[in-house]
Protein backbone atom coordinates (compact mmCIF):
# COMPACT_ATOMS: atom_id res chain seq x y z
CA UNK A 1 0.00 0.00 0.00
CA UNK A 2 1.15 2.93 -0.67
CA UNK A 3 1.99 5.84 2.19
CA UNK A 4 0.14 8.64 -0.01
CA UNK A 5 -3.40 6.80 -0.22
CA UNK A 6 -5.61 5.90 3.03
CA UNK A 7 -6.88 2.21 4.00
CA UNK A 8 -10.27 3.02 3.38
CA UNK A 9 -9.28 4.62 -0.36
CA UNK A 10 -7.03 1.47 -0.91
CA UNK A 11 -9.90 -0.31 0.37
CA UNK A 12 -12.45 1.62 -2.15
CA UNK A 13 -10.42 0.89 -4.98
CA UNK A 14 -9.87 -2.32 -4.79
CA UNK A 15 -13.65 -2.69 -4.35
CA UNK A 16 -14.46 -0.65 -7.46
CA UNK A 17 -11.54 -3.18 -9.87
CA UNK A 18 -13.57 -6.17 -7.79
CA UNK A 19 -17.05 -4.88 -8.76
CA UNK A 20 -16.36 -4.06 -12.37
CA UNK A 21 -14.98 -7.47 -12.55
CA UNK A 22 -17.53 -8.89 -11.40
CA UNK A 23 -21.13 -7.81 -9.46
CA UNK A 24 -21.97 -6.80 -6.04
CA UNK A 25 -22.55 -9.66 -5.13
CA UNK A 26 -18.93 -11.02 -7.38
CA UNK A 27 -16.87 -10.19 -4.00
CA UNK A 28 -16.48 -10.10 -0.39
CA UNK A 29 -14.32 -8.85 2.28
CA UNK A 30 -12.08 -11.99 2.19
CA UNK A 31 -10.97 -10.91 -1.45
CA UNK A 32 -10.57 -7.28 -0.66
CA UNK A 33 -8.49 -8.14 2.41
CA UNK A 34 -6.29 -10.66 -0.07
CA UNK A 35 -5.27 -7.66 -2.29
CA UNK A 36 -5.03 -5.14 -0.35
CA UNK A 37 -3.51 -7.20 2.39
CA UNK A 38 -5.01 -6.08 5.32
CA UNK A 39 -6.86 -8.50 7.37
CA UNK A 40 -11.08 -8.61 6.89
CA UNK A 41 -11.73 -6.58 10.46
CA UNK A 42 -9.64 -3.42 9.10
CA UNK A 43 -12.29 -3.67 6.49
CA UNK A 44 -15.23 -3.62 8.89
CA UNK A 45 -13.88 -1.09 11.01
CA UNK A 46 -13.72 1.43 7.90
CA UNK A 47 -16.71 -0.31 6.27
CA UNK A 48 -19.06 -1.94 8.92
CA UNK A 49 -21.28 -3.15 5.77
CA UNK A 50 -20.65 -4.38 2.47
CA UNK A 51 -23.92 -2.08 1.57
CA UNK A 52 -22.21 0.73 3.61
CA UNK A 53 -19.10 0.19 1.55
CA UNK A 54 -20.50 0.14 -1.90
CA UNK A 55 -22.86 3.09 -1.27
CA UNK A 56 -19.60 4.91 -0.28
CA UNK A 57 -17.97 3.52 -3.59
CA UNK A 58 -21.20 4.94 -5.80
CA UNK A 59 -21.09 8.37 -3.55
CA UNK A 60 -17.61 8.77 -4.39
CA UNK A 61 -17.99 7.78 -8.19
CA UNK A 62 -20.90 10.20 -8.44
CA UNK A 63 -19.08 13.21 -7.13
CA UNK A 64 -15.95 11.81 -9.88
CA UNK A 65 -18.65 12.32 -12.40
CA UNK A 66 -20.23 15.64 -11.11
CA UNK A 67 -16.80 16.88 -11.43
CA UNK A 68 -16.34 15.34 -14.58
CA UNK A 69 -19.23 17.01 -16.21
CA UNK A 70 -18.41 20.39 -14.38
CA UNK A 71 -14.55 20.03 -15.79
CA UNK A 72 -16.62 19.25 -19.59
CA UNK A 73 -18.95 22.42 -18.92
CA UNK A 74 -16.00 24.80 -18.37
CA UNK A 75 -13.80 23.61 -20.95
CA UNK A 76 -16.39 23.15 -24.12
CA UNK A 77 -19.16 25.44 -24.36
CA UNK A 78 -20.56 24.09 -28.06
CA UNK A 79 -23.02 21.36 -26.60
CA UNK A 80 -22.89 18.93 -29.43
CA UNK A 81 -19.08 18.91 -28.48
CA UNK A 82 -19.89 18.36 -24.74
CA UNK A 83 -21.84 15.05 -26.03
CA UNK A 84 -19.16 14.13 -28.47
CA UNK A 85 -16.64 14.10 -25.49
CA UNK A 86 -18.99 12.70 -23.06
CA UNK A 87 -19.02 9.54 -25.29
CA UNK A 88 -15.21 10.14 -25.93
CA UNK A 89 -14.28 10.02 -22.44
CA UNK A 90 -16.05 6.50 -22.38
CA UNK A 91 -14.98 5.41 -25.83
CA UNK A 92 -11.65 6.07 -24.54
CA UNK A 93 -11.63 4.31 -21.17
CA UNK A 94 -13.60 1.16 -22.97
CA UNK A 95 -10.86 1.02 -25.42
CA UNK A 96 -7.72 1.31 -22.75
CA UNK A 97 -9.47 -0.58 -20.08
CA UNK A 98 -9.01 2.21 -17.63
CA UNK A 99 -12.83 2.19 -16.85
CA UNK A 100 -14.50 -0.56 -18.77
CA UNK A 101 -17.58 0.09 -17.55
CA UNK A 102 -20.10 2.27 -15.68
CA UNK A 103 -20.06 1.24 -11.88
CA UNK A 104 -23.95 2.93 -11.90
CA UNK A 105 -24.77 0.98 -15.21
CA UNK A 106 -22.99 -2.38 -13.88
CA UNK A 107 -25.41 -1.98 -10.63
CA UNK A 108 -28.31 -0.64 -12.18
CA UNK A 109 -28.89 -4.28 -13.44
CA UNK A 110 -28.99 -5.88 -9.72
CA UNK A 111 -31.33 -3.12 -8.59
CA UNK A 112 -34.14 -6.16 -7.03
CA UNK A 113 -30.94 -7.27 -5.35
CA UNK A 114 -29.23 -4.35 -3.91
CA UNK A 115 -29.29 -2.96 -0.44
CA UNK A 116 -31.65 0.44 -0.61
CA UNK A 117 -29.19 2.54 0.21
CA UNK A 118 -27.17 1.64 -2.73
CA UNK A 119 -29.82 1.65 -5.55
CA UNK A 120 -30.86 4.93 -3.81
CA UNK A 121 -26.66 6.30 -5.01
CA UNK A 122 -27.07 4.83 -8.40
CA UNK A 123 -30.50 6.43 -8.85
CA UNK A 124 -29.41 9.22 -7.88
CA UNK A 125 -26.84 9.03 -10.39
CA UNK A 126 -28.74 8.19 -12.93
CA UNK A 127 -31.19 11.12 -12.63
CA UNK A 128 -27.95 13.90 -12.33
CA UNK A 129 -26.69 12.36 -15.52
CA UNK A 130 -29.98 12.66 -17.27
CA UNK A 131 -30.32 16.03 -16.31
CA UNK A 132 -26.93 17.44 -17.44
CA UNK A 133 -27.81 15.20 -20.94
CA UNK A 134 -31.18 17.37 -21.12
CA UNK A 135 -29.97 20.39 -20.48
CA UNK A 136 -26.84 20.25 -23.10
CA UNK A 137 -30.10 19.14 -25.89
CA UNK A 138 -31.76 21.69 -24.99
CA UNK A 139 -29.13 24.48 -25.28
CA UNK A 140 -28.20 22.19 -28.20
CA UNK A 141 -31.71 22.76 -29.81
CA UNK A 142 -31.72 26.20 -29.32
CA UNK A 143 -28.32 27.04 -30.53
CA UNK A 144 -29.12 24.81 -34.04
CA UNK A 145 -25.89 22.37 -33.60
CA UNK A 146 -28.51 19.32 -32.22
CA UNK A 147 -31.51 17.88 -33.47
CA UNK A 148 -34.30 15.45 -32.60
CA UNK A 149 -37.38 14.56 -32.29
CA UNK A 150 -39.68 14.84 -29.37
CA UNK A 151 -38.23 16.27 -25.76
CA UNK A 152 -34.84 16.32 -24.47
CA UNK A 153 -35.80 14.75 -21.77
CA UNK A 154 -36.47 11.21 -23.91
CA UNK A 155 -33.70 12.14 -26.35
CA UNK A 156 -31.58 11.91 -22.97
CA UNK A 157 -32.96 9.05 -21.55
CA UNK A 158 -32.37 7.39 -25.67
CA UNK A 159 -28.48 8.73 -24.97
CA UNK A 160 -27.98 7.07 -21.58
CA UNK A 161 -29.61 3.58 -22.88
CA UNK A 162 -27.55 3.97 -26.11
CA UNK A 163 -24.06 4.66 -24.23
CA UNK A 164 -24.38 2.32 -21.42
CA UNK A 165 -25.56 -0.52 -24.35
CA UNK A 166 -22.78 0.16 -26.15
CA UNK A 167 -20.32 -0.69 -23.02
CA UNK A 168 -22.32 -3.79 -22.31
CA UNK A 169 -22.20 -5.19 -25.99
CA UNK A 170 -18.22 -3.85 -25.80
CA UNK A 171 -18.09 -5.81 -23.23
CA UNK A 172 -20.20 -8.74 -24.09
CA UNK A 173 -17.95 -9.34 -27.53
CA UNK A 174 -14.55 -8.65 -26.16
CA UNK A 175 -14.29 -5.87 -28.57
CA UNK A 176 -13.93 -2.42 -27.30
CA UNK A 177 -14.59 -1.28 -31.29
CA UNK A 178 -17.81 -2.07 -30.68
CA UNK A 179 -18.62 0.95 -28.44
CA UNK A 180 -17.83 3.32 -31.46
CA UNK A 181 -19.53 1.59 -33.68
CA UNK A 182 -23.19 1.92 -31.50
CA UNK A 183 -22.62 5.61 -30.37
CA UNK A 184 -20.90 6.88 -33.91
CA UNK A 185 -24.76 6.78 -35.34
CA UNK A 186 -26.20 8.10 -32.28
CA UNK A 187 -24.28 11.94 -32.69
CA UNK A 188 -24.68 11.50 -36.11
CA UNK A 189 -28.07 11.70 -36.13
CA UNK A 190 -28.28 14.18 -33.41
CA UNK A 191 -25.97 16.47 -35.60
CA UNK A 192 -27.61 19.10 -37.97
CA UNK A 193 -28.37 18.46 -41.70
CA UNK A 194 -25.21 20.61 -43.13
Known sequence: MSGSISTSDEILRCARSLLIRGSYNG???????????IRNASIHHHFPSKAELVRTLVARYREEAEAGIAHLERQISDPAAQLKAYVGYWEACIADASAPFCICALLA?????LPEEVALEV???????SAWLTSV???GARQGNLRFAG??????????????GAMLSAR???DPKVFGL?????????APPH
Open 182 to 190: ITRPLLERL
Open 172 to 174: AYG
Open 109 to 113: SEIPA
Open 151 to 164: QARAEAENILACVH
Open 137 to 139: LER
Open 27 to 37: FSYADIAKVVG
Open 123 to 129: RAHFRAL
